[in-house]
Every structure is written in C-alpha cells, then in structure tokens.
C-alpha cells in the first residue's frame, strides 16, 4: 500500500504576512526610537544594560541597534517573501531613476573616505551606522513596500512617539529633579560612566530631553514623527466622525507641540512653523485663503518666537555664535581636504585640533551637510545632498488626501530641514525611521495612481 502523501507545510496568508510585516517593522523601529537616541560618535560611552532596570530606563548602545536591525530584517524579509512583491517603476524621468545610485555611492565614497581617515577609531564608530542607514532605505523600498497595512506599522510607531511625550511631559511636571536625585544615588562606577560634561548640562537644565541624547535631539524626533503620529489619530478617529477625528489628531498635535517647546529648540520652533507654511501652500485649499493662513501663521509664530527667546537674542544669540564657528572650521577642513576629507565622524578629531580657546567643545559639526564636506570631502557633500534632496522631491505625494505619504513625508522634509543646524544624520532613533520612510515612500511613488 502506498504512504500517504505529505501534509502540506503549514504557510501565513498573504493578508496576515502583510500585518504581521507592519506589525513586526512598527515594533522595532519603534524601540529604535525610544532606546537608540544617542550618537554613534558617542557609542563608547554608552554601556550595555547589566539588568532590568538599565534596560528599561537607560538608553542602549549602537551595537545592540545593529543586533536589532538584523533581527527586523530576518522576520521582515521571512514575512515578505510570501507577499506580492512591489510595485514595478513606471515611467521615470532619468534624474529620478539615479537617485538611489546616488545613494549607494555615497555609502561607497564614504568606505573610500574611511580608508584615509585621520583618526580610524571615530570611522568605526560610524561607518557602520551609514551603512544600516542605507541598509534601511533598501529594506523600505523592496521588503516593507510589499505590506499593504500601513495604518498598523504607524500605529505601532505612535505607541513609541506616545512614550517619548510621556517622557517628556514627566520630566516637564517634576521628573527632571527626580532624575537628579536617582543620578547622585546611583553606585560610583555606574554613575562614572555617565558623568560627563553634556550629561551634567542637561540635568542642569530645565530643557527636556525624554528618551533622546539632549533635547534638540528630541526636537527632531519630535518633528520627525509628529506628523504621522497626527494623521494617524485622524484616521482612527475618522471612522466614528469627524468631530472624534479632529479631537484625537488635535491631542497629539497640541501633546507634542508642548513638549517641542519644552525642549527650548529654536530651531525647531522655526522648522515647524516652516512645516505649518508648507502644509498650507501644498494642502487643498483654495488659493485666496492659503495666502491669508499663512501670512497669520507666519506673523503669529515670529512674534511668539521672539517673545518666548527675547531675553536669548539680547544676549547675542550663543548657541547660534557657537554653530558658525563648527560651520567655519568644517569648511577650513574642507578646503584642505576636498577631496577625500578626514575620513567620516573625524570632525571631532578636527574641531579639538583647532578650537578657540574660548569656544565650546563638541563632537559634531551640528550641519550634517557641512559635516559630510569635513569628514568625505566635497563629493561625500554633493552625493549625500543630491540624492537626499532628489528622493524628497521626488517622493511628495501627489494626492494629499492619502494620510499616511504625506505625513511622512512632511516629516522627512523637517528632518532634512534640522539638519542644517543639528546631526540627525548620525542618531539612529532619527536617521534609521528616515531612511526606511525614504525607501517606502520611493516604491508609494512608483505605484499606478
């Protein structure tokens, strides 16, 4: 008698592949935003969590984003193979068919650039997290690109932006002095490794930082992952009424715009004033009225500005002094090295080399443009900026009735617009999520309208 045939494997339905790929992605990038906010330049001075505690209230260490990383890849791409894969390109005119090409040739300027750095110990901080950034935009275009529930990936993302307000709104109400009395309590050899100069400015301060490096840092996370966060409660709350919609987006909108301004980031109050303009300008409405709301905005949110910072211009602007003189040695940097630069994340090796006496120390150019010229010369500059801003030209959605592209992509445009004045670029929680909505966005793009 013959045996039986096997039993077929048992295999995931395209629909629950697709959720559970949304799912799986919102979950990890969300723990990416809350525990992966320090700098890369910075890994050696954040240690890995020895129990649950640190694990849960200290941030953790790049290496254990990578491990993160390739874990969501593993799952992402299991789960994505059983889906249809994504949509084919259209027609494109040629500068858009290149702009990914750009991309992976500034990840291969930047391993040229590595191999001549003046101090290698920085480049190896950093060369990795460029190359999970690219890693990112690659994973968004052909493996998340093929769920088709993208209100789950944004709302397993919001639970983390959610923490990250909890945080905030904690440190703003009282958790800041709490924060200061658990750091003097902490064991000597525990709280050494976190006595630092920054560290001791922020407990100083009555700035908010939440989750994140120090609050500028927040800031940009703030202005990266609003805007989604935002449509999303409108969606949810869209399928009961309106009313229930504009409630829900206006709560987390108003949640999130005090903790912006808790953060002290003038640039970021400037960023998301520029954000509000821009929504106006592109969004659907008549032309005689955007005209009318944005000149209101704009005059609004100047004069707040100078009320709020009076006291900061009278002063001469210092944070603003200290950047121009990052900008200016960058440059110096890069017209000696124009080419190949310093080799990346050198700037700090740089800076200390050539510091006023009077100047602030730092680490970062604080121009994640400027830093590119230093670090890679001026083709890691043009090769980072092109293709940065053709993706972003190139991916604004047509249709700004579909929530979730154009939410993301107002908070790529804010992203991008920081990092004139702050180094997003080199923050995981910031640079990881960005990359990975630049690569959806471009497969959104090449879908049949």
Known sequence: MAAPPPLPAPSLPPGRAS??????????????????GSPVILAEKVHAPQNLWELTLLP?????????LGLWLLGAVALAWRLPPPPRPLPLKPWTRALPW???AWLAWQTLAAAFSVEPRLTRLVLPHFLACVACFVAGRFVLARTRHP????????????VTLLNGWDQRLGGLEETRRQFEQLPPDLRATLDTPEFRARLASNRIFSTFFYPNAFAGGLLLTLPPATALAWRLGRRRSRPLAAALAALVALAGAACLFWTGSKAGWLIALGLILVIFWLGPWAPRYKAALA????LAGLLGFCWKYAEYLSRGAPSAAARFTY???AWQNTLEHPWLGTGPGTFASVYRTRKPPEAEPTRLAHNDYLQQASDSGLPGLLLYSLSLAGLLAATRPPRWHSAWPAAAWLGLLA???QS??????YIPALAWPAFLWLGWLRAETLSPP
């Open 102 to 104: 750009l991309l992976l």
């Open 19 to 36: 959720a559970w790929l949304a799912l799986w992605s919102g979950a990890i990038f969300g723990v990416a935003l809350v525990k992966l």
């Open 420 to 425: 004139l004045v702050e180094f997003g670029l």
């Open 60 to 68: 953790w260490p790049p290496r254990w984003g990578y491990a993160l």
């Open 415 to 417: 992203w991008a617009a």
């Open 151 to 162: 209100d789950y990936f944004w709302a397993i993302l919001t639970l983390a932006v959610a």
């Open 295 to 298: 000149g209101a905005v704009l």
């Open 327 to 329: 900008w200016r040695i």
